[in-house]
């Protein structure tokens, strides 16, 4: 079973910032929290990971509680091509068995 | 550019055939991924390779089985398929213990069994 627990759905209007919760309120000390997301019709697609801190990179900025209970994914400025299913997953490095749970289906409205 | 495909994007069989789904990946990966994915129950890891002739088996292997023969090739086999397995599959592949864990995905085959 997935560790994770994300909304479905959530829309966000173009050119604000999407902020995509995520709760992990299980997860150990030296698991990571990874985001990828999928885009209609194409596989998924890595976007950001951190463990502690916060991280930021061109796609995203990924901020993580001081209890690693939980985190936000947060994009930007969202554009209509960030229409796609975000999903947070929570492990250890060295197993490299994901768990994709069911994501959040994010909705940028014109 | 890393690149991981499928042999088709769309495939249409009938109830009993035998389905081969083919995966080739070229970025020289050590681990390699079948899923599928369903309309509400999110992906789910079907079977999974670490090396060359090693399989695992993930969630839901029932009906499947696997062959990794080479490593750049991983193959999914439906020995005879059925409606059930109507559904989406999506390969992906990785290499183990890099700082950053990423698994990359082809673009998917949407099979329709009748």
């Known amino acids: 079973d997935a560790k994770t627990t994300q909304p479905p759905s959530m829309d966000c209007a173009e050119g604000r910032a999407a902020n995509l919760p995520c709760n992990h309120s299980t997860i150990s000390g030296n698991e990571y929290v990874y985001w990828y997301r999928q885009i209609h019709s194409q596989g998924p697609q890595y976007i950001i990971h951190?463990?502690?801190n916060n991280e930021t990179n061109e796609m995203a900025s990924l901020i993580i509680t001081e209890d690693r209970k939980s985190s936000t994914l947060i994009l930007p400025h969202a554009t209509l091509r960030d229409t796609a299913v975000y999903y947070c997953i929570v492990f250890m490095n060295r197993d490299d068995k994901i768990i994709f749970g069911k994501g959040t289906r994010l909705h940028i409205l014109p | 550019d890393v690149k991981v495909t499928q042999s088709s994007r769309y495939l249409v069989k009938r109830t009993g055939e035998k389905v081969f789904l083919e995966c080739v990946q070229d970025m020289d990966h050590e681990n390699m991924f079948w899923y599928r994915q369903d309309p509400g129950l999110g992906l789910r890891l079907i079977y999974f390779s670490y090396d060359v002739k090693m399989k695992e088996k993930g969630d839901i292997p029932e009906g499947y089985s696997v062959s990794r023969e080479k490593k750049e090739r991983f193959s999914l086999i439906l020995e005879s398929a059925s409606t059930n397995q109507t559904s989406m599959y999506l390969c992906a592949s990785s290499r183990p213990g890099q700082g950053r864990y990423e698994q990359y995905f082809g673009p998917g085959t949407r099979l329709t069994v009748t």
């Open positions: 951190g463990l502690k």
